[in-house]
């Protein structure tokens, strides 16, 4: 069973930064957040991870509650192409871990 | 840098028939991952290997479904006999294998084979 709780869907309008929130209350001391994205027709795409402090790249920025049970991702400026399943996924992050993916979050941005 | 490669894209079969998928991993890559896909759900491992032996087989339903990856490149994954209820995207996916500390072991995925069991 996936260890995280997200919406079910979302919609964003085009050009506003999208906020898609995820919750992780059992997460373990050594278990890595991390977000993939599937947009329609397509594999997952890997988007960023993180442990305990807030990371960014070129794709969007994570943010991590202090006690580290939810978290936020966030796009700042969502496109059309941004338009995607979004999952949170908690694991290990050592050696060769497993994805185990829920449902996600359906993020639709809206013209 | 070329990405996971499967094929075919499409298949559609009538059940109790068998069909097989072919996965090519990134190269260099030692992990690879065949993922089921059923509509309206997140991915679901079926198996993980570790270059050429399994790491994990614990979802694969084996009375149907095997898998092998010889010499620890290229993989391919059977139904045999296939039902009804196996209609769905099967993805590979392949990682480097190690995280290095840092808990960045990316998972690189292929655009997945749609299967259609009537």
């Known amino acids: 069973d996936a260890k995280t709780t997200q919406p079910t869907s979302m919609d964003c309008a085009e050009g506003r930064a999208a906020n898609l929130p995820c919750n992780h209350s059992t997460i373990s001391g050594n278990e890595y957040v991390y977000w993939y994205r599937q947009i329609h027709s397509q594999g997952p795409q890997y988007i960023i991870h993180?442990?305990?402090n807030n990371e960014t790249n070129e794709m969007a920025s994570l943010i991590i509650t202090e006690d580290r049970k939810s978290s936020t991702l966030i796009l700042p400026h969502a496109t059309l192409r941004d338009t995607a399943v979004y999952y949170c996924i908690v694991a290990p992050g050592a050696g060769s871990y497993q994805l185990t993916f829920g449902k996600g979050t359906k993020l639709s941005v809206i013209p | 840098e070329a990405g996971v490669a499967q094929s075919p894209r499409y298949k559609i079969i009538e059940k109790r028939q068998s069909v097989a998928f072919w996965c090519n991993p990134i190269s260099g890559h030692a992990t690879l991952y065949w993922y089921q896909q059923i509509l309206g759900q997140g991915p679901k491992l079926l198996i993980q290997f570790q270059n050429n032996g399994v790491v994990d087989d614990s979802q694969l339903p084996k009375d149907r479904f095997s898998a092998e990856r010889l010499k620890g490149v290229d993989s391919t994954l059977k139904i045999q006999p296939a039902k009804l209820e196996d209609s769905a995207v099967y993805l590979c996916?392949?990682?480097?294998?190690?995280?290095?500390?840092?808990?960045?072991?990316?998972?690189?995925f292929g655009p997945g084979t749609r299967l259609t069991v009537l």
């Open positions: 996916a392949s990682s480097l294998g190690f995280s290095g500390g840092g808990g960045n072991n990316e998972q690189f």
């Open positions: 993180g442990l305990k």
